[in-house]
């Protein structure tokens, strides 16, 4: 069984964060690890409140983890300030993981901002460098590219834009689009398209949480990375088509469709 590691924010209501992703690295067969860098209060309606983790408390949840357990891939969600961006960074130098998905989460689905703006310009310098796959939103992406994203050509300007930072791969995610919500993936070399239909759903809580987990999970299984971006958001289609209605604003999806269908549930 493969390790995954989530750093990231809570979420009470158990649709996003740190909670999405650990049902994510279970639903595809891995053993979820967890580092918290932010206590949030929201819930299917939105935020109200977080608290960050001091700097010394991660790095010694990071020590914990990798001083004991072999980790095969990290996911790398919630990081709202510059010092939990420089410690995760120098933790991630200091265990060099194999596999880095960092999922740049600025603003919630409610709308709420979760990157401080101070916070930009390390996230870019620091942290970015570390990532084998970068997921940003179309929002999250115009903040990285400096630009407006209107079309298929916007959204593959500015990955190759974003690459720049030093990631390997960027995955600007077409969830805001009206008409689809297809993927653009730029692997260093070619971009490739990742089709998608839009589900009426209001199941939409940790969308983004759950599909970088689950193409973590995947890689650490040491599945190809365009067949793992296939995957992920086939998981996330299928969860959110078959979400239960859970919470009286955006509820999560169904992270464990699969594994209820074939037990029968």
């Known amino acids: 069984m493969k390790h995954v590691l989530s750093i990231a924010g809570t979420d009470p209501s158990g649709g996003a964060g740190a909670a999405a992703d650990c049902k994510t690295f279970c639903a595809h067969g891995c053993f979820a690890l967890n580092v918290i860098t932010a ?36 996911k ?31 603003v919630a689905t409610s709308g709420h901002r979760l990157l401080a703006p101070e916070a930009e310009k390390e996230l870019k310098e620091v942290l970015l460098p570390w990532a084998t796959v970068l997921t940003p939103n179309i929002p999250e992406a115009e903040v990285l590219a400096e630009m407006r994203i209107k079309n298929f050509g916007d959204m593959e300007k500015a990955a190759r834009k974003i690459a720049a930072f030093g990631s390997k791969a960027i995955l600007v995610k077409g969830g805001h689009r009206a008409d689809d ?15 998608g239909k839009r589900v009426e759903s209001t199941s939409t809580h940790g969308t983004g949480c759950s599909l970088s987990s689950a193409i973590a999970s995947d890689l650490a299984k040491g599945m190809p990375l365009v067949e793992a971006v296939r995957e992920a958001k086939r998981y996330v289609f299928d969860g959110i088509s078959h979400a239960e209605p859970i919470g009286k604003g955006h509820g999560p999806i169904h992270h464990f469709y699969e594994l209820y269908k074939r037990a029968g549930i």
């Open 39 to 74: 206590v949030v209060s929201q819930n299917t309606q939105g935020v109200r409140d977080y608290m960050d983790v001091s700097p010394e408390l991660i790095a010694s949840q990071i020590d914990a983890v990798f001083e004991d357990i072999s980790v095969d891939a990290v």
């Open 181 to 195: 919500t297809t993927d653009i993936l730029f692997d260093g070399k070619e971009i490739h398209y990742f089709k």
């Open 76 to 106: 790398i969600g919630m990081v709202s300030v510059p010092e939990t961006i420089r410690v995760i960074a120098a933790k991630l130098l200091q265990y060099k993981p194999d596999i880095v998905v960092i999922d740049p989460v600025m």
